[in-house]
Every structure is written in structure tokens, then in C-alpha cells.
């Protein structure tokens, strides 16, 4: 089967690291997010896989290509303006033969996509959509259904006053091909406030595929900095990532002096000086340097940074290429020297 993942907005909120990386490309565990969610799709069959693109498409093409390396045929759709959520899928009609699963390009989860599709197909629908429960459903769509999953009412990012279900869209529609006649050509378009309300008016069959799988969006830098630390915890699973204490990759000198407790990930090239401590869940980047006595607690270093003796850092994300100070302390930062480009 196939799926298309939207992977074209501009991903303000991930900011500041996205003014180095698009959002995409982001290192989850050292890996491009993406490269994690089609690694995931590869497992349950899905095979082919186009990437909806607009801002900034050099970078993912580049990491990917053909997708050689990887278990699936990887296409890409272009958009030369952003389209919106639908509108992007509008422009990728020429992909769309058959049921095609779509997915937000920043949501990561361990749900059993083999099942929401024999569940689309036994309800004969023309939409099926995730759902996923949360805590706080004023930063997403809350999806109201009936008794039978049939979905009723789909209000995006409520106010809490207008909150009627903890239930809200993960991000992953099954459609069959005639959605696509909801969507106008070469238009911005949104599925949550266009093509979401238009097929209830016209009683389409649209169902909701409940479950409780891990699920995250990725998209603020709390919840970025979250699913690395629960991939590293075992929380949730990626086919690119095999939870163990520790990985210290080929390449790195750490001092028989430093201690690393675990989960802690070092990539290749790394120094870790006399005395350091690690405390995981920690992601160390290529080519990090970490002089004696520098202090990292459930951190997220990128690549090429150069940590000072006796700094600390604690709970933050550093981007790459940073020198920080010796005995400088940051805890609770999400830093990134590079300035915004256009
Ligand atoms: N190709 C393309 N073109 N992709 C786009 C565009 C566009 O114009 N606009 C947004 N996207 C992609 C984003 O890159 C992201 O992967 C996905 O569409 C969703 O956009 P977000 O901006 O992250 O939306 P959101 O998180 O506020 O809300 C959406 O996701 C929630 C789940 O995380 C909505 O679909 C909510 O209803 C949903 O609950
Ligand atoms: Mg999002």
C-alpha cells in the first residue's frame, strides 16, 4: 500500500532549531525524524511511499534520493507555493489510484496501521481517520463519533470552553481516491476545516480508528526533546533505533574516569573527558566534544559541539556546531547559534 506524508510546513514552533534543520530532518536518536516514521511504515507493508514537500525540499531530497537503503520506493510531490494540509494531496493526485494512507509529516507513533486498514475496508469507508487520547486537546483536532466510530463532528484546535472529547486526530487518514474531488486544484485547502466538514455535510462514510498506541507530535521542542528521550527509554519503538543502556558508536574516546549512566547515545567521534558525567536519556551527536568535568543531564547535544570543562547542562537541546563555556550552566534551553535564514 501506499502512504504520503506531508512534510511541507514551515514548522515555526520547532523553532529555534529549525533555522538549521527543517523539521523533517530533525535528529531523533541521530536519525532524521522522517527517516524513522518511513522506517516504520516500511514494517507494516507499506511500501510506497511519496514525501508532499514545499518549504525547503534540498535538504530531505538530498538525505534520501531514491530512497535507495530503505525498504520502500520513495517518490517525491513538489509544491512551488504551500497548499495546505489537502491542498498538497490535491497535488500529489497523480500518486493516488487505490486507498492511500496520509500522514502529518511531524507525528510519530507505534500504531498498527495493518489493522486501521482492514478496519477502513470492513467499514467500507470512504475516510478513515486515527485517533489518539490526550491530556490537553486545545492544540489539536478533537474528534467527536457515535457508538460506532462513525465521526460526527471535527472541531480544530478548540478553545477548552468548547472541548467535547479527549479524543483527537493523530494525523493518519486512510482515504479512497474520490476524497480527492473535495479538494479544489492549485488552492491552499485544509482537511481539518475543508475536507474534514464537507464529507460529514454530505454523510460520506468517514470512521475514526480509536487507539491508544504511543503517539507524539513532534513539533514544539518539549515534545521534540520527549519522543528522543522515550525512543531511548524503550516509551516507543523505531525500527532504526534498538533501546539498549548504552551506544558508543566507533570512533569515540571516553575517559575511564567519566561516567555515563544510561540510556546515553554517543555517535561517532565523540570525547568525553576525566570526571564528566552523562546522565541519560542523553543524545550525543557526531563529533561532539565534552571536556573533564563537564556535567550533561537529559540533554540532546547535536553534531560538532564543544562542551567546556565543568559546564553543565541540564535538560536542554543544543544545535549544532555550539561551543559552550567553561563552567557555563544552561538547564532548561533550547539553543541554537544560527540565525534564522530566509
Ligand atoms: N506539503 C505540505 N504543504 N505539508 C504541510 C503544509 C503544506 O502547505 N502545511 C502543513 N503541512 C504538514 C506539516 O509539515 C505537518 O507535518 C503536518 O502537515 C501538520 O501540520 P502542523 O502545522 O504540524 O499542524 P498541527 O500540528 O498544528 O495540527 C495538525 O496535526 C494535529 C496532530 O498533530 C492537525 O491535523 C490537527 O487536527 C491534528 O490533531
Ligand atoms: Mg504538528
Given at each position: 500500500m501506499k502512504a504520503i506524508i506531508l512534510v511541507g510546513g514551515e514548522?515555526?514552533?520547532?523553532?529555534?532549531?529549525?533555522?538549521?534543520?527543517?523539521?523533517?530532518?530533525?535528529?531523533?536518536?541521530?536519525?532524521?525524524?522522517?527517516?524513522?516514521?518511513i522506517c516504520k511504515l516500511a514494517l507494516h507493508g507499506i511500501d510506497e511511499i511519496v514525501l508532499a514537500m514545499g518549504y525547503k525540499p534540498d535538504s530531505i531530497y538530498a538525505y534520501f534520493k531514491?530512497?535507495?537503503?530503505?525498504?520502500?520506493?520513495?517518490?517525491?510531490?513538489?509544491?512551488?507555493?504551500?497548499?495546505?494540509?489537502?491542498?498538497?494531496?490535491?497535488?500529489?493526485?497523480?500518486?493516488?489510484k487505490e486507498s492511500v494512507f496520509v500522514l502529518n509529516g511531524d507525528c510519530f507513533?507505534?500504531?498498527?496501521?495493518?489493522?486501521?486498514h482492514r478496519q477502513h475496508l470492513r467499514n467500507k469507508a470512504k475516510a478513515?481517520?486515527?485517533l489518539t487520547h490526550v491530556e490537553d486537546p486545545t492544540r489539536f483536532g478533537v474528534v467527536e463519533t457515535d457508538a460506532s466510530g462513525r465521526v460526527l463532528r471535527f472541531?480544530?484546535?478548540?478553545?477548552?470552553?468548547?472541548?467535547?472529547?479527549?479524543?483527537?486526530?493523530?494525523?493518519?487518514?486512510?482515504?479512497?481516491?474520490?476524497?480527492?474531488?473535495?479538494?479544489?486544484?492549485?488552492q491552499f485547502y485544509m482537511f481539518e476545516n475543508g475536507v474534514f466538514p464537507r464529507?460529514?455535510?454530505?454523510?460520506?462514510p468517514f470512521y475514526a480508528y480509536h487507539n491508544r498506541a504511543y503517539w507524539i507530535d513532534m513539533g514544539t521542542p518539549e515534545q521534540y526533546?520527549?519522543?528522543?528521550?522515550d525512543l531511548l527509554l524503550g516509551n516507543c519503538s523505531s525500527p532504526l533505533h534498538a533501546a539498549r543502556d548504552l551506544i558508543i558508536s566507533e570512533g569515540c574516546e571516553v575517559h575511564p574516569s567519566a561516567s555515563l549512566t544510561g540510556p546515553v547515545m554517543l555517535a561517532e567521534g565523540c570525547s568525553v573527558g576525566a570526571g564528566a558525567r552523562i546522565t541519560g536519556p542523553a543524545v550525543i551527536g557526531r563529533g561532539c566534544r565534552i571536556a573533564g568535568g563537564a556535567v550533561i543531564e537529559n540533554s540532546l547535544l547535536w553534531e560538532d559541539i564543544t562542551v567546556a570543562e565543568d559546564a553543565i547542562i541540564i535538560n536542554s537541546i543544543i544545535a549544532s556546531g555550539a561551543k559552550i563555556n567553561k563552567g557555563q550552566r544552561l538547564q532548561g534551553q533550547t539553543i541554537n547559534h544560527k540565525a534564522p535564514t530566509t
Open positions: 514548522g515555526t514552533r520547532l523553532r529555534p532549531l529549525t533555522y538549521s534543520v527543517v523539521k523533517p530532518m530533525v535528529p531523533v536518536a541521530n536519525r532524521p525524524f522522517i527517516e524513522h516514521v531514491d530512497g535507495e537503503g530503505l525498504d520502500v520506493k520513495l517518490t517525491y510531490s513538489l509544491e512551488e507555493k504551500p497548499l495546505g494540509t489537502a491542498g498538497a494531496i490535491k497535488n500529489a493526485s497523480g500518486h493516488i507513533s507505534d500504531l498498527d496501521y495493518s489493522d486501521m478513515t481517520i486515527a472541531i480544530e484546535k478548540p478553545k477548552w470552553e468548547d472541548v467535547t472529547s479527549h479524543w483527537i486526530n493523530a494525523g493518519v487518514y486512510i482515504l479512497e481516491p474520490d476524497v480527492l474531488d473535495y479538494i479544489p486544484d492549485n464529507l460529514l455535510e454530505n454523510g460520506a526533546h520527549r519522543i528522543n528521550s
